[in-house]
C-alpha cells in the first residue's frame, strides 16, 4: 500500500471516483497482528467473524495526508461514479473480446469500491477479544511511508 500511495502522490494528480469523502476502514498492519494474537489465545474466538479495523478516513483526507507527510503538492481530479462504472463495464467487456490476460485497471468491482463508502465492522472482534486499536490514522501512515522511504531511497 506504501508503494502505491507514494507513487500516487509523486505523480501529483490523484483520481478520485465522485466526491473523494467516502468513507473507508483501515487497519495498521501492526493491530492487524495484535488481533491475531488475541484470536489465537482466546477460544471464544473459534467460529466468530472476527474484522479488525484501526481507522476510518475520507479518500480526500488519507491521499492529503499522505501528500503532507510525503512534503508534496498533489490535485485531485474526480470522475463521476457512473461514468467510472461504465468505464469500468466497458474495460471489462473489451479484456474479455481481445483475450486480454491481466486484469484492466478499471473494473466493475474497483469503481466500486473506490466509489462509495466501505466501513468495517469491527465490534465482534472488540467484545470478543477486547481487542483496542493502538495505531491511530496520522501516525499509521506516518510509520507506513517513513518505512517504505528507509526502504526504497531514492526511489520517490
Known amino acids: 500500500m506504501a508503494a502505491r500511495i507514494a507513487n500516487g502522490v509523486s505523480q501529483r494528480r490523484v483520481p478520485l471516483i465522485g466526491s473523494g469523502k467516502q468513507?473507508?476502514?483501515y487497519v495498521?498492519?501492526?493491530?492487524?497482528?495484535?488481533c491475531l494474537r488475541l484470536a489465537a489465545e482466546n477460544e471464544n474466538a473459534f467460529g466468530n467473524n472476527?474484522?479488525?479495523?484501526?481507522?476510518?478516513?475520507?479518500v480526500t483526507d488519507y491521499w492529503s495526508t499522505a501528500a503532507t507527510i510525503l512534503e508534496?503538492?498533489?490535485e485531485f481530479i474526480h470522475y463521476p461514479y457512473s461514468i467510472a462504472y461504465f468505464f469500468g463495464f466497458l474495460s471489462e467487456v473489451i479484456g474479455k473480446i481481445t483475450?486480454?490476460?491481466s486484469v484492466p485497471r478499471a473494473?466493475?468491482?474497483r469503481i466500486n469500491y473506490f466509489g462509495k463508502d466501505y466501513i468495517i465492522d469491527?465490534?465482534?472482534?472488540?467484545?470478543?477479544?477486547?481487542?483496542k486499536p493502538k495505531y491511530n490514522f496520522i501516525q499509521s501512515m506516518k510509520d507506513m511511508l517513513a518505512t517504505w522511504l528507509k526502504k526504497n531511497k531514492g526511489r520517490n
Open 107 to 109: 473494473t466493475r468491482y
Open 72 to 74: 508534496k503538492e498533489i
Open 23 to 25: 468513507i473507508k476502514s
Open 28 to 34: 495498521d498492519v501492526r493491530d492487524a497482528a495484535h
Open 50 to 58: 472476527l474484522n479488525v479495523t484501526s481507522f476510518e478516513a475520507n
Open 99 to 101: 483475450f486480454r490476460k
Open 122 to 131: 469491527s465490534t465482534n472482534a472488540r467484545n470478543v477479544l477486547k481487542y
